[in-house]
């Protein structure tokens, strides 16, 4: 690994309260994700098989991940695809409505939605509310929520179902959470944090049991997007697990030395420290992390993956 130009590394890390923490991007991903488009899926592929294979390398691909591991999803034996976290939130809000609440920091998406939408605190969780709450949760450090047991006790308590956004579990590291808790409803996973496929939507929803609603329909009726199904299959046979951990380890390290970080449990953010050590805010990593491994030197505000 060539020794980095200091001031360009920190120039590409931006410290700002406020800085967006954009999921990461790959060159050699996105090359190889370009190479599908001149490939087609077989005509003759049959729906079912195709549909089934998916599920069953997905769930093996969730289970193979050797950093961070979720127990306890065999549970969940309903399991439908879906196009990514976000169509199970927007499925969850056209169901419930007024009914959904989050903790505060919770994916910002839940907010552009409804901007007026209840957030809570584990005393003010009530009786007929549906919480919807990242796992890992990027506010904490893409770890688990700290309060997450009292959480789940007080939902079980008062009757409140819990459906869990998995859509960072890929890119972390160092977690552990059992599932199977009798208030949690619902968890899914996605490909597009997992590879930087934000054009795809590709995700897997594990159900405790199966529920009527938009995602279980497109499933039945077979309207599921076959293509995108096809490159998730193509990604995670390619490129398997771990791969941003695998990847940008060594830059990750030698980056948090350069510029004075601790790390995070997320490979797309590290911590900023203060003079005396004490941790201030997270802060993104993906363009440092880039520049590090191909020598790119990307705009800050540049969201997409960057040309060769």
Not at 109 to 127: C, E
């Amino acid at each position: 690994m060539p020794t980095p130009d200091i001031t360009i590394l920190n120039s590409l890390i931006d410290r700002e309260p406020g800085s967006r923490k954009r999921p990461m991007f790959d060159i050699e991903a996105h090359q190889f994700h370009n190479s599908l488009h001149n490939a087609n899926v077989a005509d003759t592929e049959d729906y079912d098989s195709i549909t089934d294979t998916f599920k069953e390398k997905m769930h093996n691909w969730v289970h193979n991940h050797k950093l961070i591991s979720f127990t306890g999803l065999d549970a969940f034996p309903d399991r439908d695809i879906c196009l990514g976290v976000t169509h199970q939130i927007d499925e969850l809000h056209m169901m419930y409505n007024k009914k959904i609440v989050i903790f505060d920091g919770d994916y910002p998406y839940h907010r552009r939605l409804f901007p007026a939408i209840n957030k809570r605190t584990v005393d003010t969780l009530t009786s007929g509310d549906v919480l919807v709450i990242a796992t890992p949760f990027t506010f904490y450090d893409n770890n688990v929520h700290p309060d997450m047991p009292a959480i789940l006790e007080r939902c079980l308590q008062l009757n409140i179902p819990v459906h869990i956004d998995a859509a960072w579990y890929p890119c972390c590291r160092d977690i552990n959470f059992n599932v199977n808790h009798p208030a949690i409803k619902t968890v899914t996973f996605s490909l597009s944090k997992a590879f930087g496929l934000n054009v795809h939507r590709i995700g897997l929803r594990y159900s405790r049991k199966r529920e009527n609603g938009p995602i279980l329909l497109m499933n039945d009726f077979k309207y599921v997007n076959i293509a995108d199904v096809w490159i998730g299959l193509e990604f995670m046979q390619h490129f398997g697990t771990d791969f941003w951990w695998r990847k940008y380890e060594k830059h990750y390290n030698a980056i948090l030395q350069h510029c004075n970080l601790a790390p995070s449990k997320a490979i797309h953010t590290a911590q900023s420290l203060d003079n005396n050590g004490n941790i201030i805010r997270p802060v993104p990593m993906r363009h440092a992390l880039l520049y590090m491994e191909y020598g790119v030197i990307p705009s800050l505000d540049q969201p997409l993956p960057y040309p060769l």
